[in-house]
């Protein structure tokens, strides 16, 4: 977007001056590449002579600044999104620096509860949380990210202005101010499966890590996990009751290649901090660490750092999390020895 106004800028011309040059013309002076050629002339069709050129502020377009550049090695690639929220969590995207966690609609009590304690522990390191906001293990996760002030991102397989499932309504507005909504449907489109299908893949794109909770042999999880595989994004699997049909799909995965995760903490020692881990947390971290000593208990830490447990408590969550402490019975903690 960012080029075609430098464009019309430069020659002084507007978009509804543009709106009516061949296809030709326009490919010769915008160097677009093909699949945003062909979306142009399906919406020039669809809008006829006159249309309303404004762009609305919750579109994105390629070519603007912020425009997530990993979307551009996808064949096709979108040709636009819609966002809602933070969209300084798009350079995350196009970096690669979020955590999808995706799963069964209809996951058993441990897979929601590991999807919670997931989406919990990623925002205690400073992860986004990227999901598709689905019931289940998607909004577990998108509920435990939120409950550790994290930054939760979800992909939707339907329009910004459509809440599905319809009870999730609270949860996608948390969700967008909180931390980001996209999707890749405009308002008003007719939602059907494809749209899902698609919202699966982009998951994956924006995606360091993969991880799948819980689902059966037939999944949409099991797509991302495919396209996982083609895009060498890592796969992560929680293991499941062998005997529990929503589990067999995930179970699958771990037979064939996928990393098994019994614990956050396994999968946060391979990732380390993330990008939203801020200086001041590192630095509480590096100070909760040296009042540890070679032991110490909740009372004890809180009169010497002069905090309250309300504070300690994420950080020493998160330092568990990670491998370094470890906690006793009575809350005492101490370091894990090398």
């Not at 999944?219 to 994004?233: F, N, R």
Request: hydrophobic share 40%; with cysteine; net charge neutral.
């Amino acid at each position: 977007m960012a080029d075609l106004r430098a464009f019309c800028r430069d020659r002084s011309i507007g978009p509804d001056q543009l709106w009516g040059w061949p296809t030709e013309r326009l490919c010769q002076a915008l160097g677009w590449p093909s699949h945003c050629q062909c979306a142009v002339d399906r919406y020039r069709c669809e809008q006829g002579a006159a249309p309303d050129l404004e762009v609305p502020n919750c579109v994105l377009l390629p070519g603007d600044p912020a425009w997530p550049s990993c979307l551009d090695q996808a064949d096709p690639p979108p040709a636009g999104l819609f966002v809602q929220g933070a969209r300084s969590m798009l350079r995350h995207l196009n970096a690669r620096e979020a955590i999808a966690v995706v799963g069964t609609r209809s996951a058993s009590e441990h897979g929601l509860a590991m999807a919670e304690e997931l989406g919990r522990a990623l925002a205690e390191a400073g992860w986004p949380v990227l999901s598709g906001l689905a019931e289940g293990i998607d909004a577990a996760a998108h509920r435990g990210c939120l409950a550790r002030n994290g930054a939760p991102i979800a992909v939707l397989g339907t329009p910004l202005d459509r809440v599905y499932p319809t009870h999730h309504r609270s949860l996608q507005q948390q969700v967008g101010e909180q931390g980001l909504l996209l999707s890749t449907t405009r308002s008003g489109c007719r939602v059907h499966p494809g749209h899902f299908a698609a919202r699966n893949r982009w998951l994956v794109t924006f995606a360091k890590v993969l991880v799948v909770v819980e689902c059966p042999q037939r999944s949409g999880a099991l797509i991302s996990a495919g396209w996982a595989s083609q895009m060498d994004c890592p796969l992560w699997v929680v293991p499941g009751d062998a005997r529990r049909w929503s589990c067999r799909g995930s179970n699958a995965l771990l037979r064939d290649r996928a990393t098994a995760l019994i614990h956050p903490e396994d999968l946060l020692r391979c990732l380390g901090d993330g990008p939203l881990k801020s200086d001041d947390s590192r630095l509480m971290s590096r100070k909760l660490l040296g009042a540890i000593g070679t032991g110490a208990s909740l009372d004890q830490l809180v009169h010497r750092l002069q905090c309250s447990p309300a504070e300690l408590a994420p950080q020493l969550l998160a330092l568990e999390c990670q491998g370094e402490l470890l906690c006793e019975s009575g809350l005492h903690w101490r370091k894990r020895r090398p």
